[in-house]
Nanobody, 127 residues
Framework: QLQLVQSGGGLVQPGGSLRLSCVAYGFDLDYFNIGWFRQAPGKEREGVSCIAGNTDRTNFENSVKGRFTISRDNAKNTVYLQMNSLKPDDTAVYYC????????????????????WGQGTQVTVSA
C-alpha cells in the first residue's frame, strides 16, 4: 500500500523555523516528484515547493523563495521542507504529495496532478 506519512509542524513565533518530514511507504521516493502544499482557513490549497524525481530539481512558490528549502534523503525515503523566517501568513495545514517523475526531470505545483497525499500537519505562526 502506497502511503505518505507526515511529521513536524506545530506552533512557532514569527521569525522562527520548523521542519516538516514526509516519509514514503510502499514506494521509492527517488522516482517520484514530491510536492508540498498548504491550505489556510477560507483559502484554496496552494503549492509551496516541489522536488523532482531523479534530478532533484526544485521549484518554489514566490512568497517562500529564500525562506524555505526542500530536500530528499533517499536512505530514509523521506523528503523535508525546512521553513525559516516564518510569517503569520505561513499559517496553514501543510500536505506532502507524490507524483511519478516526469521525463523532463522537473516538477510543478499543480495539486491536481499529484496522486498520493499525506495526512496533513498544522503549522501555526503566531506571537
Amino acid at each position: 500500500q502506497l502511503q505518505l506519512v507526515q511529521s513536524g509542524g506545530g506552533l512557532v513565533q514569527p521569525g522562527g523555523s520548523l521542519r516538516l518530514s514526509c516519509v514514503a511507504y510502499g514506494f521509492d521516493l527517488d522516482y517520484f516528484n514530491i510536492g508540498w502544499f498548504r491550505q489556510a482557513p477560507g483559502k484554496e490549497r496552494e503549492g509551496v515547493s516541489c522536488i523532482a524525481g531523479n534530478t532533484d530539481r526544485t521549484n518554489f512558490e514566490n512568497s517562500v523563495k529564500g525562506r524555505f528549502t526542500i530536500s530528499r534523503d533517499n536512505a530514509k525515503n523521506t523528503v523535508y521542507l525546512q521553513m525559516n523566517s516564518l510569517k503569520p501568513d505561513d499559517t496553514a495545514v501543510y500536505y506532502c504529495a507524490a507524483l511519478g517523475a516526469s521525463v523532463a526531470g522537473i516538477c510543478d505545483l499543480d495539486d491536481g496532478r499529484y496522486k498520493y497525499w499525506g495526512q496533513g500537519t498544522q503549522v501555526t505562526v503566531s506571537a
